[in-house]
């Protein structure tokens, strides 16, 4: 019995998506719950599992193929596990035979298109992809090969074979956007084209806040079953408490309206393989530091392993993001529509600051907010940063609300 593999529904806010990566090939065997395929939307990487056991026969769909939602993409022959191995093993015979007649069947379209172009003959190109497949570098390296190989009659001439200019190659690599990429490169222009967009610096002494974490990030770990304690925990809570005296931080602009958030979904910029994405914590305001870290982590696994759900990246009212991690000392970060404000977060440097007449060594970061000075004006965005460096540089502050 053929059961059909399709496309998931898509959310109402995804239109379409692309074929990222088959994990099985015709002729494969696959088990009931079995990861067949990834599905890349402009939001995240949905997961396709096999629905029963059995076998892939039919794939209707190629990697970087455009997909709906609910379209059919492949098939599978639902059998006992078992009789997989044999139809894997003639499945195999065949897609050789068939490699052998015609080559272009086992090349990417990336691959096909840059041959058709160059007039490559696919037969004579060898694939280095999964099961032999030719990729767009197979056809590239083939194209290179004649040249490189060129030169050899004319050998003999002495000065041709000592010239130095030769002795590097200069490769390129052409590969279209994820769908990931093209998206948040499109958001990024659009916040800046249609934002008056501007930031605001400060800097904040960490030493107290790296003063508790030494204190108490081992009682901290064990009391909260593993989960450490970082500063971002810290920095959540003091944007919280931030934006509940100043509403117009956690607004929003749609069309001529404003839109005030009564609740605090921070956004927490996470740096994946495939791009950068935000997942959301809710209700920052009633969360524990100990909630925020573990939800912090929980969402970083997830980004890594591609399993972010897209209702964990829709919605928030504000955005933290830390280039710190990678060593940045100062930038200024980029909106995140429709929300009007960021925090940046920078590297901790130790620099010699005045305190009481003296100068003194103190671990310092640069702040950074980017807000829409169409909504926000100059002195509601200095105080709701003198705001956070306060609490951040006296935590007691968040305790006591002062």
Request: with cysteine; aromatic share 4%.
């Amino acid at each position: 019995m053929a059961i059909e593999i399709k496309a998931p529904q898509f959310p109402e806010s995804v239109e379409e998506g692309s074929i990222a990566t088959w994990h099985k090939q015709v002729g494969e065997a696959v088990s009931r719950d079995e990861l067949i395929v990834d599905i890349e939307t402009d939001k995240t990487v949905l997961e396709v599992v096999a629905a029963e056991d059995g076998v892939l026969t039919e794939i209707m769909k190629q990697e970087g193929d455009i997909v709906l939602s609910q379209e059919l993409i492949g098939k599978i022959e639902a059998g006992a596990v078992a009789s997989a191995p044999a139809k894997q093993a003639e499945a195999t015979a065949a897609t050789a035979a068939e490699s052998q007649a015609d080559a272009a069947l086992a090349a990417n379209p990336a691959a096909k298109k840059l041959a058709e172009e160059n007039n490559i003959d696919l037969a004579s190109v060898k694939g280095t992809g999964k099961d032999g497949r030719i990729l767009k570098e197979d056809v590239q390296n083939a194209m290179a090969a004649p040249k490189a190989a060129a030169p050899a009659p004319a050998a003999p001439a002495p000065a041709k074979a000592s010239a130095p200019a030769l002795t590097g190659e200069r490769v390129e690599k052409r590969v279209p956007m994820t769908r990931l990429r093209a998206t948040i490169a499109k958001r990024l222009l659009d916040a800046q084209h249609n934002a008056a967009m501007l930031t605001t610096f400060n800097e904040v002494n960490m030493g107290p806040l790296m003063d508790l974490r030494k204190q108490y990030k081992d009682l901290f770990e064990k009391t909260h079953n593993g989960t450490r304690l970082g500063f971002m925990g810290f920095f959540v809570k003091a944007a919280a408490e931030a934006l509940k005296r100043f509403p117009a931080v956690n607004a929003s602009i749609d069309g001529n309206d404003i839109v005030y958030h009564g609740y605090y979904d921070i956004g927490v910029a996470v740096s994946t393989e495939r791009g950068l994405v935000v997942p959301v914590l809710r209700d920052c305001d009633r969360m524990s530091i100990a909630e925020v870290e573990g939800g912090i982590k929980d969402y970083a696994v997830a980004a890594k392993d591609g399993k972010l759900a897209i209702e964990d990246m829709t919605g928030g009212t504000f955005t933290i993001t830390n280039g710190g991690v990678f060593g940045s000392l100062l930038s200024t970060p980029i909106l995140n529509p429709p929300q009007t404000a960021i925090l940046g977060m920078h590297k901790i440097q130790e620099r010699p600051t005045a305190v009481n007449g003296q100068v003194v060594i103190q671990p310092m970061m640069y702040l950074a907010l980017s807000y829409d000075h169409r909504m926000i004006d100059g002195k509601d965005a200095v105080q709701f940063l003198v705001a956070i460096k306060d609490m951040l540089e006296d935590p007691a502050r968040m305790l006591l609300d002062v």
